[in-house]
């Protein structure tokens, strides 16, 4: 192998590490959780401005607002809060336990 090619390589995976690097400490929206009460109701089409109602950074009524460090984006009108911090529903309480099976 040429000595370029050589420097060339190094430079290559320099770059792709540093890439990876910064996805891994990269921050990453967490998801709404339908587990708390509050969530219960939300769904795929629930307005941002619902959502604000309790995260608005100014006077929402959840403990955890929008911080001065959040992602622009989120002032953006078009843009739901969902397409970022998606919906996660609570597992049923009974999951896989009490299923009655009608044909016995
Ligand atoms: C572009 C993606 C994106 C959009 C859109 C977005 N968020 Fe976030 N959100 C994030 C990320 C990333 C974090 C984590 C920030 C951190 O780790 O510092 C976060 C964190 C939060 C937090 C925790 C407090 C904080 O500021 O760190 C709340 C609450 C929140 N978002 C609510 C909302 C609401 C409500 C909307 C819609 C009005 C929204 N977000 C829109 C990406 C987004
Ligand atoms: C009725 C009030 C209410 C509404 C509406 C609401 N939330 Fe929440 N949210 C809360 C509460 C309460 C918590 C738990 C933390 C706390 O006490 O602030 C929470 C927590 C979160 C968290 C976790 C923050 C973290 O740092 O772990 C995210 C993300 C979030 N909500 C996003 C949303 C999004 C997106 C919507 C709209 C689709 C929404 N919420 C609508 C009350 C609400």
Redesign the pocket.
């Known amino acids: 192998m040429k000595r370029r090619d050589l420097v060339f390589v190094i430079i290559i995976v320099a770059v792709v590490s540093g890439l990876v690097y910064l996805s891994i400490i990269g921050?990453?929206?967490?998801p709404t959780v339908q587990s708390i009460p509050e969530h219960q109701s939300l769904n795929r089409d629930t307005p941002?401005t619902t959502?604000?109602t309790c995260?608005n950074p100014e006077n929402g009524t959840a403990e955890?607002?929008?911080?001065v460090?959040?992602?622009e984006?989120?002032k953006d009108e078009k843009?739901s809060?969902i397409?970022?911090?998606t919906l996660k529903p609570a597992a049923p309480a009974n999951a896989g336990l009490g299923k009655s099976d009608p044909a016995h």
């Open positions: 921050k990453h929206p967490q941002r959502c604000l995260h955890k607002r929008i911080k460090t959040h992602p984006k989120w843009f809060c397409k970022c911090h």
